[in-house]
């Protein structure tokens, strides 16, 4: 069974900066399409951010282009969100998770097999 570790969620400001980690366990880290979901109270969980099983293809939804990065390191079978210029509506649990099949398009929560427990982000205003 795969699993997957979030880490690095926490309080901070408006405006501040906060980095996530997700370590993923196996030898197939390489192969799957990676992605950062986000869960607010009342609404349905969203991808932030996903990259390819290459780590050459990024998406974003636009609340927070140009504020997020989500990267990927296979020799440490781990993928980072780095989150800078918080706002108090970034507030959530994020969730890791990871997608088998590495030539999927799109990123609806359906596409992905692994999911992390979570990590609580709270901005505060």
């Known amino acids: 069974q795969v699993q997957l570790v979030e880490s690095g969620g926490g309080l901070v400001q408006d405006g501040g900066s906060l980095r996530l980690s997700c370590a993923v366990s196996?030898?197939?880290?390489?192969?799957?399409?990676m992605g950062w979901f986000r869960q607010i109270p009342g609404k349905e969980r969203e991808c932030v951010a996903g990259i390819s099983w290459t780590g050459s293809s990024t998406y974003y939804v636009d609340s927070v282009k140009g504020r997020f990065t989500i990267s990927r390191d296979n020799t440490k079978n781990t993928v980072y969100l780095q989150m800078n210029t918080l706002k108090p509506e970034d507030t959530g649990v994020y969730y890791c998770?990871?997608?088998?099949?590495?030539?999927?398009?799109?990123?609806?929560?359906?596409?992905?097999?692994?999911w992390g427990q979570g990590t609580q982000v709270t901005v505060s205003s």
């Open positions: 196996g030898r197939a880290f390489k192969t799957y399409r």
């Open positions: 998770a990871a997608d088998k099949n590495r030539y999927a398009r799109g990123y609806s929560m359906a596409a992905f097999d692994y």
